[in-house]
């Protein structure tokens, strides 16, 4: 198992930077994909960002390209992922997930991943 606990969200204005991190503990050798995703009141989960484990790979959607960068620092089995230039519409809970089975599947479908982190909140105000 691979137990995922997700940091550094909190209250910032329009324009501003955030920094979350995902920490992983546990069984981390069978991770494949670690995957951000957000989820706004009354809206779907939605995919933020992904990266390869052992590849390095990255995907975002086009709507946060640009703005969000994902990366990992190996010494701390630590998954960040850098927003800048944030944005009221950026408010929601933030979630970390990991494949730990190789699922075929698309990065950036909910269904490829099987652990998932308790959350983050970040808010954006106007």
């Known amino acids: 198992q691979v137990q995922l606990v997700e940091s550094g969200g909190g209250l910032v204005q329009a324009g501003g930077s955030l920094r979350l991190s995902c920490a992983a503990s546990?069984?981390?050798?069978?991770?494949?994909?670690v995957g951000w995703f957000r989820q706004a009141p009354g809206k779907e989960r939605e995919f933020v960002a992904a990266?390869?484990?052992?590849?390095?790979?990255?995907q975002y959607p086009d709507s946060v390209k640009g703005r969000i960068t994902i990366s990992r620092d190996n010494a701390k089995n630590t998954v960040n992922l850098q927003m800048n230039s944030l944005k009221p519409e950026d408010t929601a809970v933030y979630y970390c997930a990991a494949d730990t089975g190789g699922v075929l599947a698309p990065w950036d479908a909910k269904r490829k991943y099987d652990s998932w982190g308790q959350g983050t909140q970040v808010t954006v105000s106007s």
């Open positions: 990266f390869g484990w052992n590849s390095g790979g990255t």
């Open positions: 546990g069984r981390t050798f069978s991770i494949y994909v």
